[in-house]
């Protein structure tokens, strides 16, 4: 069961924004690294980051190699979709398996499954028999694994290191990605100018060693346990209804997906920057890569150090990040443009981060799984359908007309979902002052207020900020 502390850990009803943190525990570390004190997420930090630095060069290699086998920013976008494509079709089902099965063995499985997929493209690539449709049909098989991976890895962070440790872990898991980021870019770039594609792929292959034996050494009896949801019927509409009920939920979820669809296309973009605009080789597409991960980086250690996850933060990053956007694709030189990259990666991680462990915090441990698995079906698997267009935006009116069409519908999509916050949130004041005006005064002018030990409004939704939930076992319905 989850280490969950009551009732007080539900979402509070928080109408003026104000931070609610997690009170801490006799002898809880904070800082930006406390997490890592916890030894099963110690393991599981040091194996991602060999596997994420692998996973970059691949990325950086896959995008290059397609754009050399074809010369077509579209088809580097038809990759992109057909990686994220299953978790479009599939993804709730991910969610599902994630929380009837033990997640440990889950990623035994799945980290397995995502090294042969690279192995397999190592060897067709070596062998010099690679063709594009051999890596669209590895691009799609990384997908259906990645369907089961994504809500699984997510939310087994929670088991390793409770709900007091959530924010902090999961904005270090973020920065573990940006950190693999900085090196697997360059690496990748270096190995495709000197010696090709196909030992980039090789060397990711055999990354995923690195959390595969990690896993491996986790003390199981360490592990935050909690309720795993049954087998039975009606649970992927038993998570749909949990979300449509929670408007703290479907706003964050609704925001990321309107960014991660297309404000997020930067394979598309950068590799049509440095090929069609700045006529620059694979070194500096690297380059341009790493840039954006120091941003990442940098926006991912400051998340670490905040203790609150507000909605107003992110729908602020979302338009800041909208914004940055359009301004990099009107850049006239490289070095604007390079320059660029490095707050777009630290504001687009923000909005990120800060829907994650929103959404996380303010979730039911047993629904976790589920809800993450809409959460990254969303973010991701809009990608099938933003890439593709952006793609064919970029081909047919340039880089920079694809680069600011992205950034102009995440902000667009940013200022609409604050609109509607800011009018909820106006609605659900005028509600507190009506219902505080009803209530007779005390002797001394006070207004009563809650009965001893009550915490008032922490049940109610639609807060603004998220502290962590309780297990609790939902309602099955059919």
């Given at each position: 069961?989850?280490?969950?502390?009551?009732?007080?850990?539900?979402?509070?009803?928080?109408?003026?924004?104000?931070?609610?943190?997690?009170?801490?525990?006799?002898?809880?570390?904070?800082?930006?690294?406390?997490?890592?004190?916890?030894?099963?997420?110690?393991?599981?930090?040091s194996g991602a980051i060999v596997s994420n630095t692998g996973t970059w060069m691949a990325r950086i290699t896959q995008d290059w190699l397609v754009l050399s086998l074809t010369g077509s920013a579209t088809a580097?976008?038809?990759?992109?979709?057909?990686?994220?494509?299953?978790?479009?079709?599939?993804?709730?089902?991910g969610g599902v398996i994630a929380d009837r099965y033990p997640k440990r063995q889950l990623l035994l499985l799945t980290q397995s499954a995502l090294g042969l997929c690279g192995l397999a493209l190592a060897a067709l690539t070596l062998s010099g028999h690679v063709q594009v449709w051999h890596v669209y049909l590895v691009a799609f098989l990384l997908g259906l694994v990645t369907v089961v991976d994504n809500p699984t890895r997510q939310s087994f962070v929670s088991e390793m290191v409770g709900p007091e440790q959530l924010r902090n872990a999961v904005s270090l898991n973020s920065a573990n990605f940006q950190s693999a980021r900085l090196v697997g870019p360059a690496v990748a770039g270096l190995l495709i100018a000197s010696v090709g594609s196909g030992w980039a792929f090789l060397i990711n292959g055999l990354s995923f060693l690195a959390p595969i034996t990690a896993n491996l050494?986790?003390?199981?009896?360490e592990l935050h346990r909690t309720e795993r949801a049954p087998r039975g019927k009606g649970q992927l509409r038993e998570g749909l209804r949990y979300v449509a009920g929670r408007p703290e939920l479907v706003w964050?979820?609704?925001?990321?997906?309107?960014?991660?669809?297309?404000g997020f296309n930067f394979p598309i973009w950068l590799t049509a920057f440095a090929d069609g605009v700045f006529h620059v080789g694979p070194g500096t597409y690297g380059f341009l890569n790493t840039l954006m991960a120091i941003g990442s980086l940098i926006g991912a250690l400051l998340a670490a150090r905040r203790g609150t996850s507000r909605l107003r933060m992110l729908v602020g990053a979302g338009l800041v990040f909208g914004l940055l956007?359009?301004?990099?694709?009107?850049?006239p030189s490289f070095w604007l443009f390079a320059?660029?990259?490095?707050?777009?990666?630290?504001?687009?991680?923000?909005?990120n981060v800060t829907a994650n462990s929103f959404v996380q915090l303010a979730t039911d441990p047993v629904m976790r799984g589920r809800v993450m698995s809409l959460y990254m079906m969303v973010f991701v698997g809009g990608t099938p359908l933003g890439a593709p267009l952006l793609g064919w935006i970029t081909d047919t009116y340039g880089a920079r007309a694809g680069f600011a069409a992205g950034g102009a519908v995440s902000l667009a999509a940013a200022a609409v979902i604050g609109v509607i916050l800011a009018r909820a949130r106006g609605v659900r004041l005028r509600e507190d002052w009506r219902r505080l005006s009803a209530r007779p005064f005390l002797a001394g002018g006070h207004r009563p207020g809650p009965a001893t030990g009550a915490r008032?409004?922490?049940?109610?939704?639609?807060?603004?900020?998220?502290?962590?939930?309780?297990?609790?076992?939902p309602d099955s319905g059919a």
């Open positions: 069961m989850s280490t969950g502390p009551g009732a007080d850990s539900a979402p509070g009803h928080n109408p003026d924004d104000t931070p609610v943190r997690t009170p801490p525990r006799p002898g809880e570390r904070n800082g930006t690294f406390s997490s890592l004190a916890i030894r099963n997420y110690r393991l599981f930090f580097v976008g038809i990759t992109t979709a057909l990686q994220f494509l299953p978790m479009l079709l599939f993804g709730l089902y050494l986790m003390r199981q009896a964050p979820i609704a925001l990321v997906g309107f960014v991660g669809t297309f956007e359009i301004t990099a694709a009107l850049s320059a660029a990259l490095v707050p777009i990666g630290m504001v687009g991680l923000t909005v008032p409004d922490t049940h109610r939704r639609g807060g603004f900020t998220a502290a962590p939930r309780a297990a609790r076992v």
